[in-house]
């Protein structure tokens, strides 16, 4: 019987921002203090699970917290939390993704010169909350077009995206808040990471007779991409480790497509991989 061929994403794995601060934590342990995250370090239960056996725990606020060092995951972290740690005396390391870093600098800047300033993404992401705080106004999150029917007529309006959210939404949002301004400055804050990893498993879900998508059920921008190719292949299916594979969907598969949402670690998709070559069809 001939063997299924298994196509695997160039970008598959983890991206620069998760890369960065996985390593970050991982050199922060080798100190003697203790050590926490703020939330989930990312959007990846094993890798957090893995990180807990080593000794790394998770906090969620600063209200109880007494002693040790705190890592900022890559999404960033509120203003507030940096101001009250530094009043604490608590020690921060900080782990957000420089791209993040270049979104809050915009939005700052974009509140500081009188501009609405609407941020395309989901309002409860971490990524987002922790956007918000950056401007001196209320700021507007806008997920999906019928929301743009709640947006009042401006007359400046700054738009950057959450860095994980799709050109095409990005692109479909802008378009409907030009109907409410007379004057829109616009910043693609799109991860590049997040668009080529799009743009790579799309190509790869149009020559495959299954797609497979890797990735934390918690994580966004795994779930986008996951929704992306079952568009173009009905035949896709999100997982987070080998277990979730079942064999009845291989039956008369020939070819499979494998990418990963941007929290996935390497050895994941090796696992994966390795139960897939032993699967009996």
């Known amino acids: 019987m001939k063997k299924m061929e298994i ?23 080798e100190g003697k203090k203790s050590l926490y995250t703020l939330g989930p370090i990312i959007h990846n239960p094993q890798v957090v699970d893995k990180l807990e056996k080593q000794g790394v725990g998770i906090i969620y606020d600063l209200h109880k917290f007494k002693k040790g060092r705190i890592v900022v995951r890559s999404h960033g972290a509120d203003l507030s939390f940096f101001k009250e740690a530094r009043e604490k005396g608590i020690e921060i390391v900080d782990a957000t993704c420089p791209f993040v870093k270049s979104a809050q600098n915009l939005i700052k800047q974009l509140s500081k010169d009188n501009y609405k300033v609407v941020i395309v993404g989901e309002k409860d992401h971490p990524e987002v909350k922790g956007l918000i705080s950056y401007a001196n106004t209320e700021v507007e999150v806008i997920q999906k077009t019928n929301q743009l029917k709640n947006v009042f007529c401006w007359k400046r309006i700054g738009v950057i995206s959450q860095t994980t959210q799709s050109r095409e939404n990005f692109k479909i949002i802008v378009s409907g808040l030009l109907q409410h301004t007379k004057e829109i400055k616009i910043y693609n804050t799109i991860c590049e990471a997040t668009q080529d990893r799009q743009n790579e498993a799309k190509k790869i879900a149009q020559r495959v007779n299954l797609m497979l998508i890797i990735g934390g059920y918690n994580s966004a921008n795994t779930n986008r991409l996951a929704r992306t190719c079952k568009e173009i292949q009905k035949k896709t299916y999100h997982i987070e480790t080998e277990k979730d594979l079942e064999t009845s969907w291989f039956k008369n598969v020939k070819k499979v ?25």
């Not at 196509?7 to 050199?27: D, E, S, Y």
């Open 7 to 29: 196509v695997i994403a160039k970008n598959a794995g983890f991206c620069f921002g998760v890369k960065r601060a996985i390593n970050l934590v991982v050199k922060a342990g």
């Open 257 to 281: 497509g494998i990418s990963t949402g941007t929290s996935t670690p390497q050895w994941i998709i090796e696992e994966v991989v390795k139960k897939l070559r032993r699967l009996k069809l």
